[in-house]
Nanobody
Framework: VQLQASGGGLVQTEGSLRLSCAAP???????MGWFRQAPGREREFVAA????????SYTDSVKGRSTISRDNAKNTVYLQMDSLKPEDTAVYYC??????????????????WGQGTLVTVSS
């Protein structure tokens, strides 16, 4: 399964973006995650959602400003980002969590990374 992230772009501080992650196959049985990587930095966890949308998890820096959701009928996961800050600038990736009951924030727990989408927040 190769994921396709989209929806990034250039936005001003306090602006909003909605990222989408489309999968060519069925992802309804899998937890899904969003990660980001800024230049010169390691890939970091942003948010995750369980297969049935019952559970979500966010990194502290985006909590209250972002919402992860999914539409299993469309094999798509979303990340709504509001009140964006310059420090949110990064390439954003989505990925499928390997079989597990609990949401993970560790990149090694995920697979099927697609190409990312660039989010640039200007000050």
């Amino acid at each position: 399964v190769q994921l396709q992230a989209s929806g990034g772009g250039l936005v001003q501080t306090e602006g909003s973006l909605r990222l989408s992650c489309a999968a060519p196959g069925r992802i309804s049985s899998y937890n899904m995650g969003w990660f980001r990587q800024a230049p010169g930095r390691e890939r970091e966890f942003v948010a995750a959602i369980s297969w049935n949308s019952a559970s979500t998890s966010y990194t502290d820096s985006v909590k209250g400003r972002s919402t992860i959701s999914r539409d299993n009928a469309k094999n798509t996961v979303y990340l709504q980002m509001d009140s964006l800050k310059p420090e949110d600038t990064a390439v954003y990736y989505c990925a499928v969590q390997r079989r597990a009951m609990v949401l993970s924030s560790t990149p090694a727990a995920y697979r099927s990374w697609g190409q990312g989408t660039l989010v640039t927040v200007s000050s």
